[in-house]
C-alpha cells in the first residue's frame, strides 16, 4: 500500500462517519498532534534546564580552585560532605516535612568559602520528591515522569524549595557574622 491508498483510505474513513464521529477523530486528531509537540519540546527543554542547573556547581568548583590557590582551603572532607548532601535531601527535598534543625545545623558546619563553595559543588544536582499536600499537580507529574527531571535540583534550588524567607534570612545573618560571603 503506498501513501496515497493510505490518503485515500483515511479520507473514505473520514467522510463516511457521522457528524459526531467526525468531531471525535478531529479532536483526537488535534490532541495526538498537541501531545507530540508538547513531548518533543519537553525532552528539548529537558536538555537545556539540565545543563542551566549545572551551572552553580560547576561555578562553585572553579571558585574553589580559586581560594584554593590564595591558601583558603576547606576543612570538611568528601566523605563528611556527602553526608551534608544526603542529610539535606531527607531533611528538605523528600516529600512534605522539612527539618530546619538538620539544614541549620550543616550550614553552622561551614566554617569558610571553601566549604560551602565544596558543598555546592558535592551537592551538584540531585531529585527533589515534591509534597503530594502542598504541590498536588507537581506530585502527579513527578509521579508519572519515571525520571524526575523536571524536579531535577541544585542546593540553592533546594534551599528556595524547602526552606521560607526567613529560615534562609537566618542562615544567609549566620554566614555574614562568620565572614562568609555566600548567600542562598
Known amino acids: 500500500m503506498n501513501g496515497t491508498e493510505v490518503i485515500k483510505r483515511t479520507g473514505n474513513f473520514y467522510t463516511g462517519l457521522p457528524p459526531w464521529g467526525k468531531a471525535v477523530f478531529l479532536i483526537g486528531s488535534i490532541g495526538i498532534t498537541v501531545y507530540t509537540i508538547h513531548f518533543v519540546y519537553q525532552k528539548f527543554k529537558k ?6 542547573i549545572n551551572k552553580p556547581s560547576d561555578l562553585a568548583g572553579k571558585e574553589l580552585k580559586e581560594l584554593s590557590n590564595k591558601g583558603i582551603k576547606q576543612t570538611i572532607n568528601q566523605t563528611q560532605l556527602e553526608i551534608y548532601c544526603q542529610s539535606l535531601m531527607k531533611a528538605i527535598g523528600q516529600g512534605c516535612f522539612e527539618d530546619e534543625d538538620t539544614v541549620f545545623n550543616i ?20 531529585y527533589v520528591d515534591p509534597c503530594p499536600v502542598s504541590s498536588p499537580i507537581s506530585y502527579v507529574v513527578a509521579w508519572f ?37 555566600y548567600r542562598f
Open 47 to 52: 536538555a537545556s534546564d539540565l545543563k542551566d
Open 107 to 126: 550550614m553552622k558546619s561551614m566554617k569558610n568559602d571553601a566549604d560551602l563553595l565544596a558543598l555546592i559543588k558535592q551537592f551538584g544536582v540531585r
Open 145 to 181: 515522569d519515571s525520571k524526575n527531571v523536571r524536579f531535577a535540583a541544585n542546593l540553592i534550588e533546594l534551599m528556595k524549595y524547602g526552606m521560607n524567607g526567613s529560615e534562609i534570612k537566618k542562615i544567609n545573618d549566620d554566614f555574614a557574622s562568620r565572614g562568609i560571603k
